[in-house]
């Protein structure tokens, strides 16, 4: 009953962008705090930026100034607006919606990012 389903994801070149939509079904998305997280190959899974009910936003040190994290609490959506996308974040970009003091923690499948030539 509850999804979160990513799109946006594929491949860019070297300084392009990316728009990347989390569409969120089965709970009441204005309580959840939300964030997009990422997994290269052989790496861990990262924080790339959060987003709380309020509006407050915390982003990894990578991709400040580059990527801008939003959420429209009237459509279920959170988005990652990507720029100037380097090599480094070639990875799966996950969906993530959470409600700690309820004990919540929902993922999404996951979309691919690749930045190449």
């Known amino acids: 009953q509850v999804q979160l389903v990513e799109s946006g994801g594929g491949l860019v070149q070297p300084g392009g962008s990316l728009r990347l939509s989390c569409a969120v079904s089965?709970?009441?998305?204005?309580?959840?705090?939300m964030g997009w997280y990422r997994q290269a190959p052989g790496k861990e899974r990262d924080a790339v930026a959060t987003?709380?009910?309020?509006?407050?936003?915390n982003y990894a040190d990578s991709v400040k100034g580059r990527f801008t994290i939003s959420r429209d609490n009237a459509k279920n959506t959170m988005y990652l607006q990507m720029n100037s996308l380097k090599p480094e974040d070639t990875a799966v970009y996950y969906c993530?919606?959470?409600?700690?003091?309820?004990?919540?923690?929902?993922w999404g499948q996951g979309t691919q990012v690749t930045v190449s030539t």
């Open positions: 993530n919606a959470r409600y700690p003091r309820a004990g919540y923690n929902c």
């Open positions: 089965g709970i009441d998305f204005g309580f959840y705090t």
């Open positions: 987003i709380i009910n309020g509006g407050g936003t």
